[in-house]
């Protein structure tokens, strides 16, 4: 007898672990956290088209292919979307024309799961703007809502497509909940994570401020950079769709980042990028 009811004590209790812990449940944040996820890297035979004064004709380069997730206590939000998982199914990348290979070592599903996340707990995506090597996860985001900007809609959806823009890998954003923008955009309502419009590098260009309790102000560039040194010497890809829109931007997101203090992350700078927590890590 004494033995048979332990045992259902014990079954009990086993049964209410697991009804309370389902297998994927990440715990909820109390605060604004950033990751960073490696979505993938580019790398250059001629890195030439970086600015549209010569600097770097000829030379060979590479740059990393971040995506951000910023977790909020009202949900989750991706900031860029990298190559796409598909590319990882080739080990030595895939060559495009015109000298460039592209990498994805490691996953973004499989980052994600890392926290105890699957891409339905991602309740909010949204893009620096839509070239490819941003918005290649897109389409596994079915079940967020994609903030999208008007502007740069319109631009990347062109026939044919604009250079750089590849539209099947965001073509599920007319069957997804969508949140259309023109301006600047406050995320989660409370200041702590704001889309800024900075156009110029494409028609709809933004960046994203992030507000941390601990790390102050991160402002996440998009391509309003490409590198440090573009940032140091003002330098404009000769692929920018506008290039006066570009350095009106520049000006606008430097004098933020000096009258909040920020420290601006240039999402393509490998060292930037390495500098970041290494993920799981994150800032805070
Ligand atoms: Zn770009």
Same mark, same amino acid.
């Given at each position: 007898?004494?033995?048979?009811?332990?045992?259902?004590? !014990?079954?009990?209790?086993?049964?209410?672990?697991?009804?309370? &812990?389902?297998?994927?449940? +990440?715990?909820?944040?109390?605060?604004?956290?950033?990751?960073?996820?490696?979505?993938?890297?580019?790398? %250059?035979?001629?890195?030439?088209?970086?600015?549209?004064?010569?600097?770097?004709?000829?030379? #060979? /380069?590479?740059?990393?292919? #971040?995506?951000?997730?910023?977790?909020?206590?009202?949900?989750?939000?991706?900031?860029?979307?990298?190559?796409?998982?598909?590319?990882?199914?080739?080990?030595?990348?895939?060559?495009?024309? /015109?000298?460039?290979?592209?990498?994805?070592? !490691? $996953?973004?599903?499989?980052?994600?799961? +890392?926290?105890?996340? $699957?891409?339905?707990?991602?309740?909010?995506?949204?893009?620096?703007? %839509?070239?490819?090597?941003?918005?290649?996860?897109?389409?596994?985001? /079915?079940?967020?809502?994609?903030?999208?900007?008007?502007?740069?809609?319109?631009?990347?959806?062109?026939?044919?497509? #604009?250079?750089?823009?590849?539209? &099947?890998?965001?073509?599920?954003?007319?069957? !997804?909940?969508?949140?259309?923008?023109? +301006?600047?955009?406050?995320?989660?309502?409370?200041?702590?994570?704001?889309?800024?419009?900075?156009?110029?590098? &494409?028609?709809?260009?933004?960046?994203?401020?992030?507000?941390?309790?601990?790390?102050?102000?991160?402002?996440?560039?998009?391509?309003?950079?490409? &590198? *440090?040194?573009? *940032?140091?010497?003002?330098?404009?890809?000769?692929?920018?769709?506008?290039?006066?829109?570009?350095?009106?931007?520049?000006?606008?997101?430097?004098?933020?980042?000096?009258?909040?203090? +920020?420290?601006?992350?240039?999402?393509?700078?490998?060292?930037?990028?390495?500098?970041? #927590?290494?993920?799981?890590?994150?800032?805070?």
């Amino acid at each position: 007898m004494l033995r048979t009811s332990s045992f259902c004590r !014990v079954l009990l209790s086993l049964l209410s672990v697991i009804v309370a &812990t389902p297998a994927t449940a +990440a715990e909820p944040v109390n605060e604004v956290r950033l990751y960073a996820l490696d979505c993938g890297r580019a790398e %250059f035979k001629d890195m030439g088209f970086f600015s549209d004064t010569g600097e770097y004709d000829g030379k #060979p /380069g590479g740059v990393a292919v #971040p995506c951000f997730l910023i977790r909020h206590p009202k949900g989750a939000l991706l900031w860029d979307t990298g190559l796409g998982d598909k590319l990882a199914e080739s080990k030595d990348g895939v060559e495009l024309a /015109g000298g460039i290979r592209l990498r994805v070592p !490691v $996953t973004f599903a499989e980052q994600l799961k +890392a926290l105890g996340l $699957t891409p339905a707990d991602v309740t909010h995506v949204a893009f620096s703007h %839509f070239h490819f090597d941003h918005t290649g996860n897109a389409n596994l985001l /079915g079940t967020s809502i994609w903030i999208i900007n008007n502007a740069e809609l319109a631009w990347a959806m062109r026939t044919p497509p #604009p250079f750089g823009v590849d539209p &099947t890998t965001f073509s599920a954003y007319t069957n !997804v909940r969508t949140q259309m923008i023109d +301006a600047d955009h406050d995320v989660f309502g409370d200041g702590s994570v704001r889309i800024l419009k900075a156009p110029g590098h &494409t028609p709809g260009h933004q960046v994203l401020e992030i507000k941390l309790r601990k790390s102050g102000v991160v402002i996440l560039s998009g391509d309003l950079y490409h &590198t *440090r040194d573009n *940032r140091k010497y003002r330098r404009i890809p000769a692929i920018n769709f506008e290039r006066a829109d570009t350095l009106a931007s520049i000006d606008r997101i430097e004098k933020i980042v000096t009258n909040t203090k +920020a420290r601006l992350v240039v999402q393509h700078d490998m060292v930037d990028f390495r500098a970041l #927590p290494k993920f799981p890590a994150y800032l805070n």
